[in-house]
């Protein structure tokens, strides 16, 4: 006869336990609990990319295929290290899929397969209301309002997971699709006169 095993739950998703940075717990939950927002919300986008990324045919069929499917790997790297930021606040990444979907701020695309401008469009809307929740998380860890300057100290959290995204951004989508088209010269000279405006400001604001 088998013995039942006893499961004991270490943690819950709401627990926020002692963090090595040093937050209080109040701030730590607020900041977590913004991220696990976001977090939920890539994942859902993620899944809506993928799904979009097996059914799209047509003409264009290998070009939207493959550049889907690079959207839904850069999306996933960057929820993993978002998912690894809230461990280090001493918090639970949300990890189920029914929990996700309730917390998203993004709503899954319906089930089927639509043209493919509406599919596209609502992967760009979706994006863009991921984007702008990434943008409260870094809001909240910047003001200084009902937590103090406690919250101050979540600031590279949200900082980092930011320059995260904007670097896979640029790095993965932006500068190939820019040199592609025969037009790499003029992107080049672009992209070093950007570089150099923004050593400028920064050594202006300095």
């Known amino acids: 006869?088998?013995?039942?095993?006893v499961v004991q739950l270490r943690q819950a998703l709401d627990e926020v336990r002692e963090n090595p940075v040093g937050l209080p717990a109040a701030t730590a939950a607020e900041v977590a609990r913004a991220l696990n927002v976001y977090l939920a919300s890539a994942y859902v986008l993620y899944h809506q990319y993928k799904k979009n990324h097996w059914v799209v045919?047509?003409?264009?069929?290998?070009?939207?295929?493959?550049?889907?499917?690079?959207?839904?790997?850069?999306?996933?790297?960057?929820?993993?290290?978002?998912?690894?930021?809230?461990?280090a606040l001493g918090a639970v990444p949300?990890?189920?899929?029914a929990k996700q979907e309730e917390m998203s701020v993004v709503k899954p695309e319906p089930e089927g397969?639509?043209?493919?401008?509406?599919?596209?469009?609502?992967?760009?809307?979706?994006?863009?209301?991921?984007?702008r929740t990434l943008r409260d998380c870094i809001r909240l860890v910047y003001d200084p309002g009902a937590c103090g300057q406690s919250r101050q100290a979540a600031l590279p959290v949200g900082m980092a997971a930011a320059a995260g995204a904007m670097?896979?951004?640029?790095?993965?989508?932006?500068?190939?699709?820019?040199?592609?088209?025969?037009?790499?010269?003029g992107a080049t000279l672009a992209l070093l006169g950007g570089v150099a405006a923004a050593l400028l400001l920064q050594r202006t604001g300095s």
């Open 57 to 87: 045919e047509g003409p264009e069929f290998w070009s939207i295929h493959k550049l889907l499917d690079e959207h839904a790997a850069g999306v996933l790297e960057d929820a993993d290290r978002v998912a690894e930021r809230i461990t």
């Open 1 to 5: 006869m088998m013995k039942t095993r």
């Open 113 to 131: 397969i639509f043209d493919l401008r509406s599919m596209l469009e609502n992967d760009l809307q979706a994006e863009g209301t991921v984007i």
């Open 94 to 97: 949300v990890s189920g899929p």
């Open 167 to 185: 670097l896979f951004a640029v790095c993965h989508h932006l500068i190939p699709e820019s040199h592609g088209h025969g037009h790499s010269r």
